[in-house]
């Protein structure tokens, strides 16, 4: 029989402090977050200085918990995985001296997750029948990626954002509406009481890159429309801007996956990131699937934004592929999908 595999997750490349215990890749032990979002709701968004400063304060108490929450000891892990990269610099740097210093202690290796690769093996949790190779449609407050997944830690991108990514365009929309931080979720929940079709935005398109995003002339667009109705002194109705906003995104999402898995000749498609929470993104993805004949995947919300276990996941399989990091591991906040 195969030894059992416990590798710990820890994940501090934005503004969530996160550890989780994994087994074997796919079972979830514990999944401690801890969430800095109300320190930077003050400041409408992440301020880098402060969440560096918050991950110092908090790491030890997280991965400590999580330890807890699993039940078992730091010297019955297997592996220590942490988020080397895309971030930001200082974020990054806690979680990665961290994870050096204690995998060191404790004579394990270390394990140098992607953040995107975490996000992508989020799916993974609780779809024990989802394996390699299928596409995945990568959408958060930092990326928006559409990639072939040809194996565990193998990816080739056939698209990605131009300009904002989808998560950061649902952001800047609600704070021009005076919906707050972070407008992800706010957008969502405004959304439901508008009508899509109240406003006809446009979709984004990269000429002669058709599997390429586009989010900034949407959000000028949206922009525009505000200014126009302060200057005419017309009330807009929040709930119909953000709907038709988020309809135009999630049309310009659903139709590039479909249209990604259809030409590569796969029929599973997956959703990763915070931005795969997104109701309408969700119903309207399902709904075109469905048509076409494919299946599609995307992780509980909790797994959606930053969390440890998608990096306990993620550090599993590349430990399993022998992907060890020395300890001159750094942080890389630019790291390129497929580098190493
Ligand atoms: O994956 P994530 O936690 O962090 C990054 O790696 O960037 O994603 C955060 C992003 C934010 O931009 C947030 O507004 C967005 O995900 N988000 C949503 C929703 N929930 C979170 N966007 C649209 N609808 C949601 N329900
Ligand atoms: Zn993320």
């Known amino acids: 029989m195969k030894e059992d595999v416990y590798i710990l997750g820890i994940e501090s490349s934005c503004d969530e402090t996160a550890a989780s215990v994994v087994k074997n890749g796919r079972k979830v032990l514990s999944n401690v977050i801890y969430s800095q979002i109300d320190l930077h709701t003050l400041y ?64 394990k290796p270390l394990i140098g997750v992607h953040h995107i690769e975490g996000h992508i093996s989020a799916n993974f949790i609780e779809h024990p029948e989802l394996e390699p190779p299928f596409v995945c449609l990568i ?59 109240a406003i006809e935005f446009p979709r984004g398109k990269v000429e002669g890159s058709p599997y390429d995003f586009s989010f900034s002339g949407l959000k000028s667009c949206v922009l525009n429309y505000i200014n126009h109705a302060k200057m005419t002194g017309e009330e807009i109705c929040v709930p119909d801007l953000v709907a038709s906003f988020q309809n135009s995104v999630v049309d310009s999402l659903v139709s590039r996956g479909v249209a990604a898995a259809l030409e590569y000749g796969y029929d599973k498609l997956a959703i990763a990131g915070g931005v795969a929470c997104n109701t309408a993104l969700r119903a309207g993805m399902e709904k075109a699937c469905k048509k076409s004949g494919i299946r599609l995947y995307y992780p509980s919300p909790i797994y959606c934004t930053d969390n440890g276990a998608m990096i306990g996941v993620a550090g599993y399989y590349e430990y399993r592929k022998g992907n060890i990091s020395g300890w001159d591991l750094n942080a890389i906040p630019n790291l390129k999908l497929g580098q190493r």
Not at 65 to 71: G, K, P, R
Request: aromatic share 4%; net charge negative.
């Open 139 to 197: 959408v958060s407050g930092g990326h928006t990626h559409l990639v072939v997944v040809k194996d565990y830690g193998e990816f080739e991108i056939i698209g990605r954002t131009r300009d904002d990514a989808a998560g950061e365009a649902f952001d800047k929309v609600a704070r021009a509406v005076g919906l707050g931080y972070p407008g992800g979720p706010k957008v969502d929940k405004a959304a439901r009481e508008g009508n899509p079709h």
């Open 44 to 107: 409408g968004g992440v301020v880098p200085e402060i969440a560096s400063r918050k991950h110092i304060e908090k790491i030890n108490q997280v991965i400590e918990s999580a330890l807890e929450e699993a039940q078992m000891e730091l010297e019955e892990m297997t592996g220590i995985a942490v988020t080397y990269g895309p971030g930001l610099v200082g974020a990054l740097l806690v979680g990665v001296a961290e994870a050096k210093a204690i995998a060191y202690a404790a004579k």
